[in-house]
């Protein structure tokens, strides 16, 4: 069998090995427009920041080594241009000389990736990209060669962030500009704040809430008439999946706009696939048509692909977007479904915020983290998790995202086994303790109500209690609490105020006892969920 594969990035080279592999006989052709193969793209920003300082570390393969290992036959600077279903063909344009010839195939994998979006604005041929090593290099001879002291990012998703942190690295003044109201869309806006403030304390300016709308000799402008000063411009606004070619050929463009494939990864022509950040995939939360541009389902498209034109039974499973970005001294990781997305369709979800340390608060160097966990209150299938902070986050995401994917429920988190060690955790881990809280909250021995809320309960005539120290409270409170510190609280439950109370600590863990404490004695009781730190976040 003759196999063509059109890109030679992610899914593409792991389609191309995987099929070696597994079928050794195949012919296998593999084009690629551009001069690399087999690219690290999302080690392009810390390239350009010098953290990577050797370009040749981006390159994990060359179409001579994928020659001498695997017998490929990779063409690089070779454009395919269209694709003849009926004659199972694909033209192809060198693009060195200009010349074309047709190449067939048997079996078709397309793997064309996604190309940064670059809006149709005045001045944009100024700005620069950064999707693939020639983006990179141009942008290395940029500063190199004109030694900006002003940069704008344009887009505050993972890579315009990785972005503005390394070119802080080389000593530019930067600023973000951002259509949103915060950065990182993933997140939810408590969990945003973070990231704002990080980005802010480390000499990045933010531009929120508006849009570009020219890009001038030395700034860019911005749609409310704003001046940003920019000798350097970035886009990085996100991307579009390259389709025009499968278009063209009349395979099927799905509502997302991206390539349908079945879990073959097959178009509606048997005989052609696709994979990587060009089709839609589906989302396990609900089932419907999603694009994620992700390396790792690249990646396990291209190995799936390999298996299923060998014959071989596969499957792939619903995605969840798990990813994670190094913002300063900060990670920050997400999975499934935000607050937001839920709250946009219609669906219920119970939030719990919690701060922890990653590992034990007596062991030296624990760091503070802020997690958010969502899940349904009806079924406690758990549908998405954020977490900022320092070391650690990464762990409690990649559990969460497992426990996703195996279909535990939140209440099941508590039963996790999960290594102890004073350096690395703590007895009840970050995660247990979401699943102690689900636990609490599913069974009805508490109730909490969320930082957004708090102000129509307490229009309703409920009263805030702030069970801190009176230190704590004299450092900053929510305005209109009453101090109660829970040391203190037994003695004096007949001081509370009348009504419905609404209670809160630094974190929640004190407000938890407090709120138990006070139900006993029959009283409605809630307890603001995370406490003062992620009620102060969006207060701030």
Known sequence: MKVVIVGAVAGGMSAATRLRRVAPQHEIIVFERGSEVSYANCGLPYHVGGVIPKRADLILQTPKRLRTRFDLDVRIRSEVVAINRDARTVRVRALDTGTEYDE?????????????FVPNLPGIERALTLRTVPDADRMAEAL???????????????????????LRHQGLDVTIVELDQQVLAPLDPELAALVHTELRHNGVRLVLGTALAKVLPDAVEVADGRTVPADLVVLAIGVRPETQLARDAGLTIGSRGGIVVDDQMRTCDPAVYAVGDAVEKTDRINGGPGLIPLANTANRQGRLVADAIAGRPVSLGGRLGTAIVRVFDLTVAVTGWNEKRLRAAGRAGQSIHTHPANHAGYYPGAESMSLKMLFDPATGAILGAQGVGGEGVDKRIDVLATAIRGGLLAEDLADLELAYAPPYGSAKDPVNMLGYIAENLRTGMTSSVQWHELDAVLADGASLIDVRTPLEYASGHIPGSVNMPLDELRPNLGRLPAGDLVVYCQVGQRAHTATTLIAGTGRTCTNLDGGYRTWSAMAG
């Open 104 to 116: 067939t195939y048997d079996r078709l994998i397309l793997s064309p990736g996604a190309a940064p």
């Open 144 to 166: 190199r060669e004109t030694s900006p002291r002003t940069a704008t990012v344009v887009g505050g998703g993972f890579i315009g962030v990785e972005t503005a942190e390394n």
